[in-house]
């Protein structure tokens, strides 16, 4: 049995025909900066197009170069107030340092919001993983993670908080049950939620700490070649936070299902090599997974009110199609511990829907 995937909406994915620079003021303002900078890139302003859009104000652009050593770059608009070049800049230079392949800011407008990227190319993870190549793709993958957390040094990245954490979930209760299902909890329900939420935290917080990439999964991840492979995108949200996290991200990933003993197997041999590592995990493979599936808990809970809010206030409806995956990981990960009864049960009365039987821990 292989994956089930969707097509990726990627930054670095697409590479469309040029758009009319003169129809948008900001990309108009992006084009006027790139002709200010040095003839050894040898920009054709021209060629400027969309390389699509995330999920957040930032959009990419590619344009051609007529340097041999970088046919083609990126440039990206993250405009103020709405978004910060900053936090890019940084994590771009500790993840590099860690042996992360990122891509290199070559030049930058900070107040403007401009950036000029290398371009690490568009093979996108979620479009290439297959039965075939799935176990080495994903075993560079956590060969980079294992690198970047290695790493880790507390005061380099914001600390994941509990204050953090906690609103991330809340993001469920609020944009997933209220506005997108049309639910109103009761007094008994919320109670239960926060219940729910004490105890993820609890073991959220417990956790060893690293460098926390905050989004690793296959829409940010580049088939690159040898060594370098993968190219990482999108880590302008690092923080420093629980090592089971970005796993999660990685092997539990809202775009692309694989079978559970699958997953697993994964995540034994992601285990194995951080031990090897040195990193800090636990002796024990099963408290290590236990910790995998709480963090994945909170992730997961995130994540739906995070799509729901996509919908329901930015009018970006292609994240609906992931919800039905994100939903099946959080009532397959409740089910299989009792302490999540009571969770489980809300999620039954918001769904509509008889909770699956699971094996507890």
């Known amino acids: 049995m292989g994956a089930s995937a969707r097509a990726a909406s990627h930054p670095m994915s697409t590479s469309p025909t040029p758009s009319r620079i003169d129809a948008d003021p900001r990309q108009r303002l992006l084009a006027d900066w790139l002709a200010t900078l040095p003839d050894d890139y040898a920009l054709a302003i021209e060629t400027l197009r969309p ?112 204050e953090l954490l906690l609103r991330e979930l809340m993001l469920y209760p609020d944009w997933y049950v209220a506005k997108h299902k049309g639910v109103e909890l009761g007094f008994a329900q919320r109670e239960s939620l926060t219940r729910a939420f004490d105890l993820l935290l609890e073991n959220n ?48 990933d809202a775009y692309v299902k694989w079978p559970e003993e699958r997953v697993l197997d994964w995540a034994i041999r992601h285990w194995e090599r951080s031990r090897r590592a040195g990193l800090p995990v636990s002796r024990d493979f099963s408290d290590f997974y236990r910790d995998f599936e709480w963090m994945g808990l909170q992730r997961h809970l995130k994540v ?48 509509g829907r008889t909770p699956r039987v699971g094996y507890t821990f």
């Open 51 to 162: 390389a699509s859009s995330d999920a957040s104000f930032r959009r990419y652009f590619r344009i051609d170069s007529g340097s041999p050593k970088h046919p083609t770059l990126i440039a990206m608009d993250a405009p103020p107030p709405m978004e910060d070049c900053r936090p890019f800049v940084h994590a771009a230079q500790v993840f590099a340092s860690s042996g992360m392949t990122v891509p290199r800011v070559l030049e930058s407008d900070l107040p403007r919001g401009f950036l000029l990227l290398e371009d690490l190319g568009s093979r996108v993870y979620l479009d290439e993983l297959d039965e075939a190549r799935a176990d080495a793709m994903y075993a560079d993958a956590s060969r980079a993670l294992v690198c970047a957390q290695l790493a880790s040094r507390p005061g380099v990245f914001p600390d994941y908080s509990r």
């Open 205 to 252: 917080l417990a956790q060893p700490r690293v460098h926390v990439h905050r989004d690793y999964h296959s829409r940010n991840l580049m088939v690159l070649e040898g060594d370098a492979n993968p190219g990482v995108l999108d880590f302008q949200d690092a923080v420093y936070g629980p090592i089971t996290y970005d796993l999660v991200s990685l092997l539990r």
């Open 304 to 351: 739906l009110g995070i799509f729901a809010r996509l919908y329901r206030r930015d009018g970006k409806d292609r994240y609906l199609a992931d919800l039905p995956l994100v939903l099946e990981y959080v009532i397959s990960a409740a089910s299989r511990y009792t302490a999540f009864a009571p969770l489980l049960k809300v999620i039954e009365q918001v769904e």
